[in-house]
């Protein structure tokens, strides 16, 4: 319970983090370290990759990698799209989106067939990747710099997957499911700022 209560508050304070469209960096800060930082500079980036690991954890079995392995290639490709030039008409409503549809799949404890789940998240992580390649810095390596924010999700998917099965754990479903509803909850305050 110690723990679950101490990842709590770590991504209680996580949400103090900026809006994602606030985190630009210059030049100077172009490699792998910006990158990293990248998706825990924007709440709604922090909250989404946190919230795919929460539903992979409650659907467990091969959800537990597919669905962020998932995520992960898809946020690369819409990354490379980006950095590339290719528009994506209404990046930032799609990211936010991905918080009410992710919040309410984990507050609904939603079982879908892995392959769906795996699909959902990956249309998603299109979007987050997207707006993150192109926030990609002038001078960036975009190699570090998209290895340092892919490195950064899988961590935060980590900590998702690691709440949730601490929940499961203590005989406390209700507790992700909780967090999902306040994750689809932030994400309708996004929309509506």
């Known amino acids: 319970m110690r723990r679950l209560v101490t990842a709590s508050l770590l991504v209680a304070t996580g949400m103090l983090a900026d809006p994602a469209a606030a985190h630009t960096f210059g030049a100077h800060d ?4 910006s990158g990293l930082a990248h998706p825990l500079g924007g709440l709604d980036h922090l909250i989404a ?14 959800a537990l990698w597919l669905a962020p392995a998932a995520f ?7 990354a490379v799209a ?24 984990i507050a609904a404890a939603a079982r879908t067939p892995v392959w769906a789940g795996a699909i959902l998240v990956g249309m998603f992580a ?7 390649g192109s926030e990609l ?5 975009i190699l570090g710099y998209t290895g340092g924010f892919m490195t950064a999700t899988v ?34 305050a996004l929309l509506a700022a």
Request: hydrophobic share 60%; glycine share 18%; with cysteine.
């Open 137 to 141: 810095p002038e001078a960036a390596s």
């Open 82 to 105: 980006a950095a590339a030039g290719f528009p994506l008409p209404a990046t930032e409503y799609g990211v936010v989106m991905s918080l009410v549809v992710f919040g309410a799949l």
């Open 155 to 188: 961590g935060l998917h980590g900590l998702g997957i690691a709440l949730s099965r601490a929940a499961a754990r203590a005989s406390a479903p209700w507790a992700s499911r909780c967090a999902g509803g306040a994750v689809a909850l932030a994400g309708l």
């Open 30 to 33: 172009a490699g792998f370290a």
């Open 49 to 62: 990759m946190i919230a795919v690991g929460l539903w992979a954890g409650q659907l467990g079995g091969r």
């Open 126 to 132: 299109v979007f987050h990747g997207h707006a993150h």
């Open 72 to 78: 992960v290639a898809a946020m690369a490709g819409g």
